[in-house]
């Protein structure tokens, strides 16, 4: 019996906390990774590390990205919806991803 009890306040405790890390990004947050991943493309390209196409390609990318995120606050005055930040933090982790590997291949400047 004793254990059934020390089960349920673990349980009780734990389950509050693990939904709170899996809540949508903030807009905070979103508008912080472009700012770190503009100064990580920055310095790949001080460094050398990343390519004149490579950067291009990422400033593309980078620009699609913002221009969505546009398109869903205009849908929503403004607001971007739980999902819309979802979708926005996939695709910055999927570019953040691209940064990386550009900047860690072979090409150099």
Request: hydrophobic share 35%; glycine share 4%; no cysteine.
């Amino acid at each position: 019996m004793k254990l059934i009890r020390i089960f349920l306040a673990v349980s009780l405790t734990v389950t509050p906390a693990a939904l709170l890390a899996q809540a949508a990004p903030t807009n905070a947050s979103i508008n912080q990774r472009k700012v770190n991943q503009q100064d990580r493309i920055a310095q790949g390209v001080k460094s050398g590390q990343l390519t004149a196409g490579e950067t291009a390609h990422i400033e593309k990318q980078e620009s699609a990205i913002n221009k969505e995120e546009r398109a869903m606050r205009a849908q929503d005055n403004g607001h971007l919806t739980s999902a819309d930040k979802n979708l926005i933090n996939k695709q910055q982790n999927q570019e953040s991803r691209r940064i990386y590997k550009d900047k860690h291949n072979a090409s150099v400047r």
